[in-house]
């Protein structure tokens, strides 16, 4: 009898495994499923850039840009040059902690260089663009730190089909003075294409003031994106919506650091070599490729909001510095969870996989603190046999 009641427990044991494994088949959500209003994603993109090295980022899905423009194509007193060469993978030198010394020195994370050599009347920035080009409706995160504040440089990390379909979050470094910065929000329109890219006078431009210097530390920057608006968040919060001119089609992620001079722009440009850098990026978002929606209904045949994980909010800005760095700077990945990333893409790092150490394999499965009043009484049951 005792070995049958043990059988079906280890049973039990293997079911409830086996159920966290095919966690999130059916997508991703930014809020609760019970909620009366939720979106769900189905696809997943996460970069977990403190870990990661490679020789070139296209091997975690980021496409390196190389390409010029004259100063009047750049529409300021520099043209602008984009090199593969300043774009490097700095990741920390111990692969199981979120904070400490990097490999190559100075902030760990991917960093996207400004050079401080324009004597040739160019100035040579960095761009990727992300290999998938299906990307829609979705929630775009970036945990980053942005260069000094008199740089002179424009650091942007934005979802671009062409100039009248753009969703953008600009950091101006000449904007960071004293304790405070702002970030530029921006959906690009035909309106401001005709008034020669200048969307400043529209009403889907905000210069949002932020309560710290974003050179300072890593914060995250995240929109939002819906068919009725794209709302920003900081950290977080909730900073700032828009409903006009919100983008139809699909495209890809970007993320560039650059500087034509413009002094009502990006100014400058920097007198030494700058870097914006990227600590992860994450986006949850609807694809336009038929396969994956083939994909989706393979694994999800039956919607079970159940099987929706709900994305998890950073609540603070997840910065390596200071003594609790390691806590803070560790930020949840569901392709690093066992079983939270079904018919996903999932990228190597620097200590092969994060699982089983800085985040461990235990994530995936069930708390047993969920369970223990049943095996209590059962094992309770048992022993009384």
């Known amino acids: 009898m005792l070995c049958h009641v043990l059988a079906a427990i280890l049973g039990l044991i293997l079911a409830l495994s086996n159920s966290a494994n095919a966690a999130c088949e059916c997508g991703y959500s930014v809020n609760k499923t019970s909620d009366q209003a939720h979106a769900v994603y189905t ?3 996460e970069n977990d850039f403190l870990h990661t090295m490679v020789e070139n980022a296209t091997e975690v ?46 902030d760990a994370g991917l ?4 050079r401080g050599d324009h004597s040739h009347g160019f100035v040579s920035g960095s761009e990727v663009v992300s290999v998938r080009n299906d990307m829609t409706y979705g929630s775009y995160r970036i945990g980053m730190k942005l260069p000094r504040g008199d740089s002179g440089t424009c650091a942007a990390f934005f979802w671009y089909y062409n100039n009248s379909q753009e969703i953008d979050m600009e950091f101006l470094s000449h904007q960071f003075n004293g304790s405070t910065g702002a970030v530029n929000l921006v959906l690009q329109t035909p309106e401001a294409v005709n008034d020669g890219f200048d969307a400043s006078n529209t009403s889907v431009f905000k210069v949002y003031p932020l309560g710290f210097r974003p050179d300072e530390k890593f914060h995250e920057y995240r929109f939002d994106w819906s068919p009725e608006s794209v709302a920003f968040y900081i950290d977080g919060e909730l ?56 994909a989706y209904n393979s694994r999800c045949s039956e919607y079970n909001p159940a099987n929706v994980c709900q994305i998890p909010d950073q609540t603070v800005p997840p910065d390596p510095s200071g003594p609790d760095g390691n806590t803070t700077a560790k930020t949840y990945f569901f ?8 018919g996903q893409t999932v990228y190597n790092h620097t200590n092969g996989d994060l699982k089983g150490g800085a985040m461990g394999m235990l994530d995936s499965v069930p708390s047993f603190s969920v369970f223990a009043p049943f095996f209590i009484a059962l094992f309770s049951w048992v022993f009384t046999l």
């Open 43 to 45: 696809e997943l993109m």
């Open 335 to 342: 392709s690093l969870d066992e079983g939270h990333a079904p």
């Open 239 to 294: 900073a700032y919506v828009m409903a006009e001119n919100v983008p139809t089609t699909s495209s890809h992620l970007f993320m560039n650091h650059w500087s034509n001079g413009d002094p009502s722009w990006s100014a400058g440009p920097p007198d030494s070599d700058v870097a914006m850098t990227v600590s992860y990026v994450k986006a949850y978002f609807n694809s336009s490729d038929p396969a994956r929606a083939d």
């Open 61 to 106: 899905g980021w496409r390196p840009q190389e390409y010029n423009m004259s100063a009047e194509q750049a529409r300021g007193p520099y043209g602008k040059e984009f090199f593969v060469s300043n774009i490097e993978t700095n990741p920390l030198k111990d692969p199981w902690s979120w904070s400490g010394e990097s490999q190559n020195g100075q």
């Open 111 to 114: 960093e996207l260089w400004v």
